[in-house]
Nanobody
Framework: VQLQASGGGSVQAGGSLRVSCEDSGRTSSTYNMGWFRRALGKDRERVAVINSAGGRTYVADAVRGRFTISRGNGKNTVYLQMNNLKPEDTAVYYC??????????????????WGQGTQVTVSS
């Protein structure tokens, strides 16, 4: 699994961005995928998670109704569609892959693979 995040940028409040996470190793189709973010001076925050089949998702309260996580048809790419962006969404966004849904969602264990981050900046 080799994750590469892209699609970040700068946008005004109320705007939209879509960030993508592609697995160049093309082995992540059986993995559960998550998006995280870390704002300057703050702890890492889980944003959204999708299971390997793409039929089960989790979205954090802070972004529910504005962000949507999905998988591409080949399941090796994961997207985070971000609408109605707010200045507090400004952060570096990271994607990650995990073998077990239960481990990450119930037991709180670490993900198995991480990609590099992509910066999202929202101005007021």
């Amino acid at each position: 699994v080799q994750l590469q995040a892209s699609g970040g940028g700068s946008v005004q409040a109320g705007g939209s961005l879509r960030v993508s996470c592609e697995d160049s190793g093309r082995t992540s189709s059986t993995y559960n995928m998550g998006w995280f973010r870390r704002a300057l001076g703050k702890d890492r925050e889980r944003v959204a998670v999708i299971n390997s089949a793409g039929g089960r998702t989790y979205v954090a309260d802070a972004v529910r109704g504005r962000f949507t996580i999905s998988r591409g048809n080949g399941k090796n790419t994961v997207y985070l569609q971000m609408n109605n962006l707010k200045p507090e969404d400004t952060a570096v966004y990271y994607c990650a892959a995990a073998r077990s849904w239960k481990s990450i969602m119930v037991l709180g264990t670490e993900y198995d693979y991480w990609g590099q981050g992509t910066q999202v900046t929202v101005s007021s």
